[in-house]
């Protein structure tokens, strides 16, 4: 059972930062929608959490004042908590080698959780990633020629 921001925050952050990546813009983000609610909170997931109010129009890197929002009568501390029934969505959004990710309910996100690994994401597993995002839009086209060492460095790994 996660009680604080900071319990989820560190959870998700220690299993999906890799310890070389000390870029605060792959720091991963957590969006929280509501019941009833236009606002939505977002908490950016790093050694301490940041939560912020995102308003249905805002654009990015817009945020709500908390004390203007559809939050102001709960506590940035306790109001994921206090409102956890009435979750409608909550995304993992995409950043770096971070695939985004989406829960129905609360308890399918706490069941996601418990399934993470504290001691992070070895950067082997993420290596991948990291490369497919750093070569997408370079020509010629570099995914073809990685996808094609890949595939001659394993075949021959096979005979």
Not at 71 to 88: A, I, M, N, P
Not at 89 to 104: T, W
């Amino acid at each position: 059972m996660y009680r604080t921001n900071a319990e989820i925050a560190r959870k998700v952050y220690r299993a999906l930062k890799t310890p070389s990546d000390n870029n605060p813009r792959t720091d991963p983000i957590l969006a929280f929608y509501f019941k009833g609610k236009e606002d939505y909170i977002m908490m950016r997931c790093n050694k301490e959490p940041e939560i912020s109010i995102k308003g249905k129009e805002q654009i990015a890197g817009e945020v709500k004042f908390f004390a203007y929002s559809d939050f102001s009568d709960y506590q940035e501390g306790d109001v994921l908590f206090r409102l956890k029934d009435d979750v409608t969505l909550i995304e993992l959004y995409r950043k770096g080698a971070i695939e985004a990710k989406s829960f129905k309910s609360w308890d399918e996100f706490s069941r996601w959780l418990d399934t993470l690994d504290e001691n992070g994401v070895q950067i082997s597993l993420k290596l991948p990633c990291l490369v497919y995002a750093a070569v997408r839009s370079q020509e010629p086209s570099m995914q073809n020629f990685i996808v094609e060492a890949i595939k001659k460095t394993l075949k021959a790994g096979l005979d």
